[in-house]
């Protein structure tokens, strides 16, 4: 059963029930939809699509905030058998240019954050169709919701497998070149299934989604409400999420499930330890489980919390893009093995292996592989870089990992240099790209430091030319406006930037010779 086909069931059996309620704060706005509702809405707009000439296997842009009509937007694309190509919205304006010109999409359906990144690039693009969620229409483009006045609701005359594509993620949120994930139809039932099967969700549940629906996270975590007919709650908006904008969703909407990154998960306990926050003021007895993951989870983070939450369970999770999201978990009886990652969920199987492929004994650092239903189909137009990551019919995840006694999966590295920061993927060699193209700059470094709130933030490193000088405030100026704000490294060093007699830079060097550098956030 597709997750298309889930909603439609939903709609079957549970027409009246709330599907998903939206909420933008800070604008006493409050939204909800029945399962009738949102399937009748994503038929709509699929036959509108359809219309437009989407047909099976094209890719359909799809570039918008948390909101229903994202998930409407991307239940509609699915339903025509057309790939959902969701892009992260921190994207600028050339790395949204570069993911269409590689997708080869001629539709996006957008919202307005995105008027003025789509207009500086739209004569640029091959998009022939703009749907627009919003008010202030741009010229050229179709109103959302007048479409699906206008369209039957019968659902698409479309079959599909589990072998059909679905969807395309790009994998990274920087510059240069970023990875297109295709994943089909069987990875998504595959998630929904073993998600239900590891958390129990029932139709009474409420899933708060507040990770960007753009991510294979939090969604396909809820894919195991969804697979029973349970309601989402969503936080749209630009409101930043603060503890205290946790607790009244919770307090209001009866949530019972949420995944938190460790920065919100830090800001929660760091909240409630001074006093701004109290969990005696509101009613918090709904929430039962707490997922955290995206990034290696603190044990005494979770003990912190715990502490507070005594009734609640908490889950670690490990997953990529190529697994179609969650793919390990810890489980809600393991407290006593904090700090590892895991086990693999239903239908997953996994190795850890040395530099040729060869299984490790327990104990000892290899590279995780993985194989099951959930895991990629492909990189679009990459055959090299599939070819390496699909080696032997095992997905290698580049993540060093290893197995304790009881089987359990700790995460000990990445086997590249990726900086993972509050969540999201850094790719060094990305920025480096940007930084040496200063025109006083000769080489540059990108690397993590550790922080307690985001996990790592970005350093560099930058080695100017011979006779040049660089500040700190030139440098900040020229990147700044080339790079999304997340991946701005936030400690600018100058240096000579070690390499060694093959071209390689020496991150190990670097990080040996900063290994007490430390971030202080201004204010």
């Known amino acids: 059963m597709t997750i298309a086909e889930m909603l439609a069931k939903n709609a079957r059996r549970y027409p009246h ?47 918008m905030m948390n909101s229903i009509n994202w998930l409407e937007a991307y239940f509609a694309i699915i339903k025509t058998g057309a790939w959902s190509v969701p892009l992260n919205f921190r994207f600028i304006s050339r790395q949204i240019k570069y993911c269409v010109d590689i997708a080869g999409a001629e539709v996006m359906i957008m919202d307005a954050a995105f008027t003025e990144r789509i207009e500086a690039i739209r004569a640029e693009l091959p998009v022939k169709h703009y ?40 994998t990274s949120g920087t510059t240069g070149e970023p990875k297109a994930t295709v994943l089909c139809h069987k990875a998504m039932e595959n998630t929904a299934i073993h ?43 630009n409101e930043r999420v603060t503890p205290r904008l946790i607790f009244d969703t919770i307090h209001k909407e009866r949530i019972t499930i949420i995944m938190l990154l460790v ?36 044990p005494v983070l979770i003990h ?12 670690t999770h490990y997953g990529l893009t190529e697994s179609a999201g969650p793919c390990i978990h810890l489980g809600t009886k393991n407290m006593h093995k904090l700090g590892a990652i895991g086990k693999p969920n239903l239908n997953w199987d996994y190795r850890i292996v040395d530099s040729n492929d060869n299984d490790v004994p327990q104990g000892i650092i290899g590279e995780l592989l993985l194989k099951g239903n959930g895991v990629m189909k492909e990189y679009y137009k990459n055959p090299k870089a599939t070819a390496q990551a699909l080696k032997g019919g095992w997905l290698h995840t580049g993540d060093m990992v290893k197995l304790d006694k009881d089987d359990f999966i700790y995460f000990a590295d990445r086997k590249k240099d990726v900086v993972i920061t509050g969540g999201e993927n850094i790719y060094p060699v990305d920025l480096e790209t940007v930084l040496m193209a200063h025109p006083k700059a000769k080489d540059a470094a990108i690397f993590g430091i550790p922080d307690a709130r985001l996990g790592e933030v970005v ?26 704000k997340y991946a701005w490294p936030r400690i600018v060093i100058f240096d000579k930037v070690p390499r060694n007699p093959t071209g390689k830079i020496e991150k190990t060097k670097i990080r040996d010779k900063y290994a007490n550098l430390k971030w202080q956030p201004k204010g």
């Not at 029945?34 to 219309?51: G, Y």
């Not at 306990?269 to 990034?295: C, I």
């Open 131 to 170: 749907i627009f969620a919003g008010p202030n229409v741009p010229a050229g483009m179709e109103a959302f919701e007048d479409l699906l006045k206008d369209s039957s609701v019968q659902p698409p005359d479309v079959k599909l497998s589990g072998d059909d594509e679905c969807a395309l993620y790009f």
């Open 17 to 63: 029930r709330p599907a998903l309620i939206e909420i933008q704060p800070g604008k006493n706005f409050r939204k909800q939809i029945t399962w009738q509702e949102f399937n009748d809405r994503v038929n709509r707009l699929a036959n509108t699509l359809m219309s437009r000439g989407v047909k099976k296997g094209d890719r359909v842009m799809h570039l």
């Open 195 to 237: 998600e239900n099967y590891a958390h129990r969700e029932t139709i009474d549940d409420n899933f708060l989604l507040l990770q960007p629906l753009f991510h294979t996270g939090g969604k396909m975590h809820w894919f195991g409400s969804l697979i029973v007919g349970a309601r989402a709650t969503i936080l749209s908006g």
């Open 459 to 484: 350093a560099a490193v930058v080695e100017p030319k011979v006779g040049m000088e660089i500040t700190e405030k030139e440098m900040r100026e020229y990147f700044e406006p080339l790079l999304p």
């Open 304 to 315: 912190h919390w715990k502490g507070y939450f005594l009734n609640a369970d908490y889950e």
């Open 263 to 298: 920065p919100w998960l830090q800001d929660m306990v760091t909240a409630l330890d001074n006093g701004e926050l109290n969990v005696q003021d509101y009613d918090l007895s709904s929430w039962r489980l707490m997922h955290s993951g995206a990034q290696p989870v603190p």
